[in-house]
Structures are given as C-alpha cells and as structure tokens.
C-alpha cells in the first residue's frame, strides 16, 4: 500500500529540483517505492570538502532534500505544507569519489509531525551516514477571498 498523498514520476522530481541546492550538487532522484523514496549524488569538487572526501553537510543536504520532498508528497499540498524542525547525521564512512545513494522512509506520519530516516550507502552498499529529520505539517492559511 502507497503511503503518497501524490505520486510523482522520478522526472517529475527532477523537474522540480531546477535552479536550487540540489541542482548545483547535481542531486538526482532514482527511484519512488510505495514506502520509499531514493536519490543519488556525485562524490566530486561540488560536495567534497578540503581533505578530499564527502564533506558532511553534503550529505545532511542530500538527506533534507529527500525528507522534505517525501515529506510533502504525503500530504494534500492544497491544503498542507512541511516544514524541517531538526535534523541529524550520523556519519559512519568516508567517501572520495563515485556517488552515494539516500534512501527515506516514514518513521512516523503523523497529523501534525513527520520522522524520516534517511540511509546514505556508497556505490558498494556500505552505510555512509545515517539521518533523521523531523517535519512539522502545517496548514495553508486561506483568506475569506478563497485565496
């Protein structure tokens, strides 16, 4: 069973990603499961950091980027919108080059809050990094013009 409010295509996605952060770290969307959502993300000059591997807050925006974005499938954007109010990483193994893969899924999807788990592996499946962002769900104030 889907949990997606709104089921996009990986295209779609991507679209979507034009001319922000994740376009700059060439940040790409790969697949959407019924539970699941997953994107990958070179390891080159764009997201390393001086010493030469995966710089951290690549990953934490790797990461951010999918929670939200899966976050806000869930729900009826009509009427809802997600907003990050904490986040953590876990870094578990470096990275010099290739890519890494993010996975998130719910931990909970409540009314008001949602949990996701993010896994970042490397192009071997080993963990990279390991993640849990917390999203408030909002509703959209409507005027008495229905705007």
């Known amino acids: 069973m889907s949990i997606w409010f709104h089921k996009p295509t990986v295209e779609q996605l991507n679209q979507?990603?034009?001319?922000?952060?994740?376009?700059?770290?060439?940040?790409?969307y790969t697949e959407i499961g019924d539970d699941y959502i997953k994107a990958s993300m070179p390891v080159d000059h764009r997201t390393h950091q001086p010493m030469g591997i995966l710089h951290g807050g690549a990953s934490v925006a790797l990461a951010e980027s999918l929670g939200s974005?899966?976050?806000?499938?869930?729900?009826?954007?009509?009427?809802?919108?997600?907003?990050?109010?904490?986040?953590n990483a876990n870094h578990i193994r470096q990275v010099r080059?290739?890519?890494v893969t993010g996975t998130a899924r719910p931990l909970h999807l409540g009314n008001k809050i949602h949990v996701w788990e993010i896994r970042i592996t490397d192009?071997?499946?080993?963990?990279?990094?390991?993640?849990?962002?917390?999203?408030?769900?909002?509703?959209?104030?409507?005027?008495?013009?229905?705007?």
């Open 97 to 99: 080059s290739g890519k």
């Open 16 to 28: 979507f990603s034009r001319n922000t952060l994740m376009e700059h770290l060439d940040i790409q």
């Open 69 to 87: 974005v899966a976050a806000t499938l869930c729900v009826d954007v009509t009427r809802k919108y997600c907003v990050g109010i904490e986040i």
């Open 123 to 147: 192009e071997q499946d080993q963990l990279v990094c390991t993640s849990r962002i917390t999203l408030m769900v909002m509703d959209r104030k409507i005027n008495a013009g229905g705007k």
